[in-house]
């Protein structure tokens, strides 16, 4: 890491893994909560992970920065990374919303991808938060990404994720078309399953 002081950037780095440690207590305390005041409980995984450190390299080079501190603080977003798979459509929301109204946090940016799909045909809900940490002589805030998403988007996402390590330059544009209709395919499915549920649902709260 040139140029920084080594210690500088362990520091930098131990910031994250306590904002992940955080993040972690505070959804699961959430969520269980919501479990045990509704009876329902939307999630079917968590994941998260801390972005590499060569994956921090490549994003920033990616974006044309140079690495710094300063940077990788300004520029990389998702050093702290967690994904929420879901069940139904509906889950997504909700599981938003319960993040939304938390004072744990403070919500920086929301992109819905479920209503405005990228172009490559990807779906989720990105959720930017804040994440108070509390250190020995201050209180600093450390940016995370939630990632929320139904397991069928995640399906899609994993495979369509291996396919482009797979290739060594860009996917070609048949691939391209393949994989935008597998979207548009799991898309039609989620809506399928939320119009059951929601039958279901109907039987279940009589
Ligand atoms: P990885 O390996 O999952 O960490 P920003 O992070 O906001 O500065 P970016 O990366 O353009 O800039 O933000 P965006 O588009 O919201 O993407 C953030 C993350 O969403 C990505 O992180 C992926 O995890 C996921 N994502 C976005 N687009 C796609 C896509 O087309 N296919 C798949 N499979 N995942 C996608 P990383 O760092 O790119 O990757």
């Avoid at 691939?175 to 649902?201: A, F």
Wanted: charged content about 30%; proline content about 3%.
């Amino acid at each position: 890491m040139n140029q920084e002081n080594p210690r500088d950037w362990e520091g930098t780095l131990l910031k994250y893994r306590f904002a992940k440690t955080m993040l972690e207590a505070e959804l699961e305390i959430l969520l269980k909560e919501h479990e045990h005041r509704t009876g329902n409980n939307p999630v079917e995984h968590i994941k998260s992970r801390l972005k590499s450190e060569s994956s921090i390299l490549k994003k920033l080079k990616d974006k044309g920065y140079e690495f710094s501190i300063e940077n990788v603080e300004k520029h990389i977003h998702d050093i702290v990374g967690f994904r929420i798979v879901c069940s139904f459509l509906s889950d997504v929301y909700d599981i938003v919303n319960i993040i939304k109204e938390s004072k744990n946090f403070k919500i920086l940016e929301e992109i819905d991808y479920i209503k405005n799909p990228k172009d490559s045909g990807y779906s989720s809900y990105h959720l930017m938060v804040l994440v108070p940490i509390h250190l020995e002589q201050k209180q600093e805030y450390i940016e995370a990404e939630i990632q929320i998403r139904t397991l069928a988007m995640d399906f899609w996402a994993s495979l369509e994720h291996k396919l482009q390590y797979k290739l060594p330059n860009d996917i070609p544009v048949y691939l391209k078309r393949e994989l935008l209709s597998c979207s548009d395919e799991i898309k039609m499915m989620d809506t399928k399953m939320q119009h059951l549920y929601d039958i279901v649902k109907k039987y279940t709260d009589k």
